[in-house]
């Protein structure tokens, strides 16, 4: 097993240096990806680079495409550096990084399995937050025909990158805020296997979230039926699955 973190970065210039150095005694190469940040963000991210280069590298998109856009161009060049298993963290800060051994040490005993984070949440998470991932759930879990996947829209996981790179060459899996859920119900029908693992999750270091309440809820919807009718298809291969 060979794993790196990936880091998708959106004007998260507050938090990111933090970030890092919460990360740097664990020793993992570290793929950041700018996804068209704002020049004092994506100068703090070269600066951060050119202090670390030994364990730190740098992506940088012209534009912002979203969260699973740059997740993505993160999958890509972990597979080029070689790297097994990525795993994935947000910017802000609010992912307890000390979590990433045990993370790591499931994705050893299950090389082939999604590993995902089921958020433990403090008081300073929103309660919209917290029941509207209540109803994203749901909506998995019929989109899956199992209650194999505890959270579907924590941000930290790991990926197995072989299984990432099947998915990715057959399916044009969602770029925006709904990327999470997309690619994780795609990975569930491609037979992947899941492992939750719970992990605590606190709201964040610079306040800043990306989320456009409408518009992205709007998008999740879309991608929740989308992914509805083609569970429909796949009704026969996923009860066989339970059965076997």
């Known amino acids: 097993m060979n794993p790196c973190i990936i880091i998708p970065v959106y004007n998260h210039e507050a938090a990111i240096p933090h970030v890092l150095a919460k990360l740097k005694s664990f ?4 793929i950041l990806v700018n996804d068209g940040s704002s020049t004092l963000c994506s100068q703090i991210l070269a600066d951060c680079v050119e202090r670390e280069p030994d364990w730190l590298t740098l992506i940088n998109r012209s534009e912002n495409g ?32 000390n979590d990433i051994p045990a993370f790591i040490e499931a994705g050893r005993k ?13 008081s300073t998470a929103p309660k919209s937050r917290v029941y509207g991932r209540t109803i994203a759930n749901l ?26 790179a099947k998915l990715a060459g057959s399916t044009r899996i969602a770029r925006g805020m709904d990327f999470d859920i997309d690619i994780l119900v795609r990975l569930y029908w491609q037979g992947v296997d899941v492992v939750n693992r719970p992990t605590a999750v606190q709201y964040p ?8 309440l409408w518009q992205d809820n709007v998008m999740i919807s879309k991608t929740h039926a989308k992914l509805f009718f083609g569970m ?3 009704i026969p291969q996923l009860l066989g699955r339970h059965r076997s």
């Open 27 to 30: 020793g993992l190469p570290t």
């Open 66 to 97: 979203g969260k699973g856009a740059a997740v993505l161009d993160g999958f890509k060049a972990a597979q080029a550096l070689g790297f097994s298993h990525a795993i994935q963290i947000d910017a802000d800060g609010q992912h307890d990084v």
């Open 110 to 122: 299950h090389p082939d399995a999604l590993i995902l984070g089921q958020p433990l949440f403090d």
């Open 139 to 164: 909506w998995v879990w019929i989109n899956t025909l199992s209650l194999a996947i505890a959270d579907s829209m924590c941000g930290f996981r790991l990926y197995p990158l072989a299984a990432v």
């Open 205 to 212: 270091y610079d306040g800043v979230s990306h989320f456009k």
């Open 232 to 234: 429909l298809l796949r």
